[in-house]
Every structure is written in structure tokens, then in C-alpha cells.
């Protein structure tokens, strides 16, 4: 589902907003929505025996289960005030909101990435690892080529001054054989939950798509180093292929431009 089309008053990609528009607080609907805050629900995953769950090598048990059970509530949640906002950013910057359908990582997919970081670091703990989840909800910003750099800048500024904390930013664009794109973690100012934005073209996106079998089987424990090495290879070379836009290397975070808490007298 992409967001809607700018309409005639909305500023085209890059635009510069006044002051007036970086002054107000981040619509979440329209003047007489309100915020639903009951989580959405997810898909139910097969349980393991005792409460735990398992998928061929990977599982966790009844303990770890339960606190990504948890988190994923958390995430969908946090999905309900996000999309709103981020619907509006994508319109007022020009940019397609690929794949909305898949905003929220999946139960298996989630359990499946946590039980993995477990299985490779038996000494860190479930909530750490979920600490470092950055995508239970996830967006793609996407723009032509020629939109992309100024896109991305304006994109980011807006979500910085609506309050949004960025705590990631990871420019892959000067290093070819990897990820073509922007992939970039925030946390929201209602909840405190992280989500993952990526900022993409049409053919950095389209890379992303037909890699990520590839990745994802590259990352499993049980994946030989031969064929990891292999799948690395066969990734360089379609990400190698994706053209960058001009200007695409130099973007940096956002800086923080929210004014600083005035001091109070002791």
C-alpha cells in the first residue's frame, strides 16, 4: 500500500517547509480521529511444547517466548500512532511508502532473528537482544532517482523536529558491494519503541528484495562458511549494479534541532 498522492498544495520533493510546519506537533489522522491504542493483532505462531517455541534448530524457551510475545504487542502498539505520522512525512516529501502491509515483522520472523542471536551468543539475554531489534515495525521511503538526496535530508529533519530521536544511521551508498540505501532507527516520542526506516530508490530497493533470501540463509548457524561466502559474492554483485543518485553518499543523520531544556532556577 503506497501513501497517498501529494495533493496540489503539498510541497514537492525537497521542498523546504517553513516555520510554521516544523513548529507543530506530528498529525497522527485526520482533526476528528482518535488514537486506538489497543494492539493490532498478529498472526499466531505454531507454540513448542511447555511454552516455548521452536523452528527446526532455532527455539526459545517458555521465558524468551513470552518476552518477545510481549515486545511484538509493544511494537504493535507503537504501529498504530507511527503510520499516521509517517504517511504524512512520505506526502509532504513526494516519496512512495513501499510495502506498508509488511509494517509489522512478523511473529515468526521476529522469533526467528532473536532465537538466532541467542543461538550465537549464549551469554546474552532475551531482552538484550530485543534491545537491539530495530524493525518489529518497519518502513520504505522510496523516490526516483533525481528526488532521492533532498527526499531523504527533508525526510529525516521533519521526523528529528516532530520528536523523533534517531539513534541509527547507516549510509551504505559509498560501499558497492553492500546494501544500496539509507537504513535508519528511531525512536518514537509516545512510546519509546524503536522502528527502522529505509530510505530507497526503485533499483537500491529492488537489490534489497531479491537479496534478502540470500541473506537470510547466510545468516543461519547451520549455513557453512563455503556457502556463506558464496551467498556474500552473489550479493556484492547485484548491489554493485545499483546506480547512485548524486549526492546519495554525503547523507549524513540529522542533527538534533529541537531546542535545548531551558534551566530551571535551583
Known amino acids: 500500500m503506497a501513501a497517498p498522492a501529494a495533493s496540489a498544495g503539498t510541497p514537492a520533493s525537497g521542498a523546504l517547509l ?5 513548529a507543530g506537533p506530528l498529525p497522527v489522522g485526520g482533526p476528528t480521529d482518535t488514537i486506538d491504542t489497543t494492539p493490532a493483532p498478529r498472526p499466531e505462531a505454531a507454540p513448542a511444547e511447555g511454552g516455548g517455541w521452536r523452528q527446526g534448530d532455532l527455539h526459545l524457551d517458555a521465558r524468551e517466548n513470552a518476552a518477545v510475545e510481549e515486545f511484538l504487542d509493544e511494537a504493535a502498539r507503537a504501529e ?4 499516521p505520522q509517517l504517511r504524512t512525512v512520505a506526502a509532504w516529501t513526494g516519496a512512495e511508502l ?3 502491509d509488511q509494517r509489522l515483522k512478523s511473529e515468526d520472523s521476529t522469533k526467528r532473528k532473536i532465537a538466532t542471536w541467542l543461538a550465537g551468543d549464549p551469554d546474552q539475554t532475551v531482552h538484550e537482544a530485543l534491545a537491539d531489534l530495530n524493525d518489529s515495525v ?3 521511503f522510496q523516490w526516483e532517482d533525481h528526488a532521492y538526496t533532498e527526499g531523504v535530508r527533508t525526510a529525516s529533519h521533519l521526523l528529528v523536529d ?3 530521536e534517531n539513534v541509527r544511521w547507516a549510509n551504505t551508498w559509498k560501499d558497492r558491494t553492500t546494501y544500496q540505501g539509507v537504513n535508519a532507527a528511531w525512536k518514537e516520542p509516545m512510546w519509546g519503541h524503536t522502528y527502522e526506516v529505509q530510505f530507497h530508490t526503485p533499483a537500491g530497493k529492488q537489490a534489497a528484495t531479491v537479496t534478502h533470501p540470500l541473506y537470510e540463509e547466510q545468516r543461519l548457524p547451520s549455513t557453512s562458511p563455503q556457502r556463506k561466502a558464496e ?3 552473489r550479493q556484492s554483485r547485484i548491489f554493485a549494479a545499483v546506480p547512485v ?3 546519495a553518499e554525503e547523507l549524513a543523520a540529522p542533527a538534533h534541532t529541537r531546542p535545548p531544556r531551558v534551566p530551571q532556577p535551583a
Do not use: D, I, N, S
Open 80 to 83: 498504530k500512532t507511527l503510520t
Open 231 to 233: 551467498l556474500a559474492e
Open 162 to 164: 516532530w520528536g523523533h
Open 98 to 100: 513501499v510495502g506498508l
Open 138 to 140: 518497519r518502513y520504505t
Open 18 to 22: 517553513g516555520p510554521a510546519l516544523k
Open 245 to 247: 543518485p548524486e549526492g
